[in-house]
C-alpha cells in the first residue's frame, strides 16, 4: 500500500461557531501544557471575540472524520473544561486540533503581519502531519489576507516545534518577550 497516497482520517477548515466548545477546551488544554491557567470563562470570551469578529483573527481547525473509534471522555480535559459534543453539521467529527492567527499593521515588517498565537493538536493525533498541515494552512490564510511575515514565539525548551517551525522557513529572532497583564490576567 502507497503511505504517500492515502487520504489522512482528517480535515483542515475555518472553525464556525458550533466549533466553540471544541475551541475553549482544546486552547485550555494547550496553555495548562505551558502552564498558564486560564478559566472556561475567560477563553470564552477570546473565541467568542473571534468567532463575532472575523477582523480580529483567525480559527482553522483539523477535524477527525468519520465516526469516533475511541469513547468521549466523560473527564474535561483541564478543571471546569466543557466536553465539546460533536459539531452538529458533521456527526462522528471530532475537532483534534486548532491554529489562531491574529492580524496587525507592524512597522518592523512593513505592513500587515499575522501572529501564529496557538499551533496545537490533542496529543494521541500528534506525529500524524496535522500540526504542519495546520501550520500550511496558516501561511496560506495569511498570504491570502496580503500579510508579509507570520511571527510566533514558542517555549525554549520545546525542540520539536522549534524544528517544524525551521523546516518550515521560519527563523528566530535574537530577542525576548515580555508582557505586563493590564487587566484581569493573573496566570503571567
Known amino acids: ?23 475553549i477546551t482544546l486552547l485550555g488544554a494547550q496553555f495548562l501544557e505551558h502552564d ?78 499575522a501572529w501564529l498565537d496557538v499551533l496545537y493538536v490533542v496529543p494521541e493525533q500528534r506525529s500524524r502531519g496535522i500540526g504542519r498541515a495546520l501550520l500550511t494552512a496558516s501561511l496560506e490564510a495569511s498570504q491570502q489576507r496580503g500579510c508579509v511575515a507570520v511571527d510566533l514565539e514558542i517555549e525554549a525548551s520545546h525542540a520539536r516545534a522549534a524544528n517544524l517551525y525551521l523546516r518550515l522557513g521560519f527563523r528566530p529572532h535574537a530577542r525576548t518577550r515580555w508582557v505586563k497583564p493590564l487587566r484581569g490576567l493573573t496566570s503571567y
Do not use: C
Open 36 to 113: 498558564i491557567r486560564l478559566t472556561p470563562d475567560q477563553l470564552a470570551v477570546s473565541v467568542d471575540g473571534v468567532l463575532s469578529d472575523p477582523t480580529r483573527g483567525l480559527f482553522l481547525v483539523a477535524r477527525l472524520a468519520g465516526p469516533r473509534s475511541e469513547p468521549v471522555s466523560e473527564r474535561p480535559p483541564y478543571p471546569g473544561a466543557p466536553i465539546p459534543p460533536p459539531p452538529a453539521s458533521s456527526p462522528g467529527d471530532v475537532v483534534v486540533g486548532l491554529a489562531y492567527l491574529s492580524f496587525m499593521w507592524t512597522l518592523e515588517h512593513g505592513g500587515v503581519s
Open 1 to 23: 500500500m502507497n503511505v504517500a497516497a492515502t487520504k489522512p482520517a482528517w480535515s483542515l477548515g475555518r472553525a464556525e461557531p458550533s466549533d466553540r466548545a471544541a475551541l
